[in-house]
T-cell receptor, first 113, second 109 residues
Framework: DAGITQSPRYKITETGRQVTLMCHQT?????MFWYRQDLGHGLRLIYY???????DKGEVPDGYVVSRSKTENFPLTLESATRSQTSVYFC????????????FGPGTRLTVT | QKEVEQNSGPLSVPEGAIASLNCTYS??????FFWYRQYSGKSPELIMS????GDKEDGRFTAQLNKASQYVSLLIRDSQPSDSATYLC?????????FGKGTRLHILP
């Protein structure tokens, strides 16, 4: 029972590099979400997806790209990483029932130097 | 801008006492409300969901919702040291969830 997994768990990258964070869920949930969590800001929604090939912007989408070619995967790409993107990134999924009860992955701690 | 507001704390409560966590939200049409618990360095986990006015109890936890006042709260009875964590209030708005910044709860042994 893998649930929802994220990889890598920790990543250090340099400013200007492209980096992709992976998210995989085994529940066949239709909805998937990407959040970042920073001190003083709480959890902020970056992008979300209601189904394969359907994505939409959240509160802080600038500098990020997502895709969802398969229901179970929802990768997040930082096209040209900046220091302000240093954060903990959480992926979550939901079956859309119960008003969007969400289940979170373990998180990826990303440091941009 | 839809908002969910929480007192950041820390809220210090003696072991065995009742911890009371509060949350207000700005969107009058919200229908679903959640409390998540997050331990330091871990991901959020759902504690309670509540959808209608009144109280909902689950073990030591009680969620209270007042839609007219746009207010949702979480009571933790018989607080234990293991309850020390950050508690996130979350509100369903359209097909998204908006989270508050969380209240840090510290249970004093």
């Amino acid at each position: 029972d893998a649930g929802i997994t994220q990889s890598p768990r920790y990543k250090i990258t340099e400013t200007g590099r492209q980096v992709t964070l992976m998210c995989h869920q085994t529940w066949s949930h239709s909805y998937m979400f990407w959040y970042r969590q920073d001190l003083g800001h709480g959890l902020r929604l970056i992008y979300y997806s209601a189904a394969a090939d359907i994505t939409d912007k959240g509160e802080v989408p600038d500098g990020y790209v997502v895709s969802r070619s398969k229901t179970e995967n929802f990768p997040l790409t930082l096209e040209s990483a900046t220091r302000s993107q240093t954060s903990v990134y959480f992926c979550a999924s939901s079956d859309g029932q119960g008003g969007q009860v969400q289940y979170f992955g373990p998180g990826t701690r990303l440091t941009v130097t | 801008q839809k908002e969910v507001e929480q007192n950041s704390g820390p809220l210090s409560v003696p072991e065995g006492a009742i911890a009371s966590l509060n949350c207000t939200y700005s969107d009058r049409v919200s229908q679903s409300f959640f409390w998540y618990r997050q331990y330091s360095g871990k991901s959020p986990e759902l504690i309670m969901s509540i959808y209608s006015n009144g109280d909902k109890e689950d073990g030591r936890f009680t969620a209270q919702l007042n839609k007219a006042s746009q207010y949702v709260s979480l009571l933790i009875r018989d607080s234990q040291p293991s309850d020390s964590a950050t508690y996130l209030c979350a509100v369903n708005i359209e097909d998204k969830i908006i989270f508050g910044k969380g209240t840090r709860l510290h249970i004093l042994p």
